[in-house]
């Protein structure tokens, strides 16, 4: 079992920046991949980007490739989101997931454990 809490989002003006963080309890957190995704109002969830459970590999959506950067700390039990040059488009509820796969998912459906999201606003 992984419970995953978000933080870390809020206000910001087109061309900022924000850093979401996502930490983990549960000793295995290190065994799973790590995704973010977002929901933005009227619209379907989306993949962003994915992390495997060693960093080794990394996956974006086109739509923020370039902008966002995934990473981890395992010793810290925390995957994060480096969001760099923010669109309004970026606007979102903003989730993180586990996946215990060893490949790197886009699709929601393949996420085992996700947290509750955190709302980022970016104003033009």
């Known amino acids: 079992q992984v419970q995953l809490v978000e933080s870390g989002g809020g206000l910001v003006q087109a061309g900022g920046s924000l850093r979401l963080s996502c930490a983990a309890s549960g000793r295995t957190f290190n065994s799973y991949a790590m995704g973010w995704f977002r929901q933005a109002p009227g619209k379907e969830r989306e993949f962003v980007a994915a992390?495997?459970?060693?960093?080794?590999?990394?996956k974006y959506a086109d739509s923020v490739k370039g902008r966002f950067t995934i990473s981890r700390d395992n010793a810290k039990n925390t995957v994060y989101l480096q969001m760099t040059s923010l669109k309004p488009e970026d606007t979102a509820v903003y989730y993180c997931?586990?996946?215990?796969?060893?490949?790197?998912?886009?699709?929601?459906?393949?996420?085992?454990?996700w947290g509750q999201g955190t709302q980022v606003t970016v104003s033009s």
């Open positions: 997931a586990a996946d215990s796969a060893r490949v790197l998912h886009t699709s929601e459906l393949l996420y085992d454990y």
């Open positions: 992390i495997s459970w060693s960093s080794g590999r990394t």
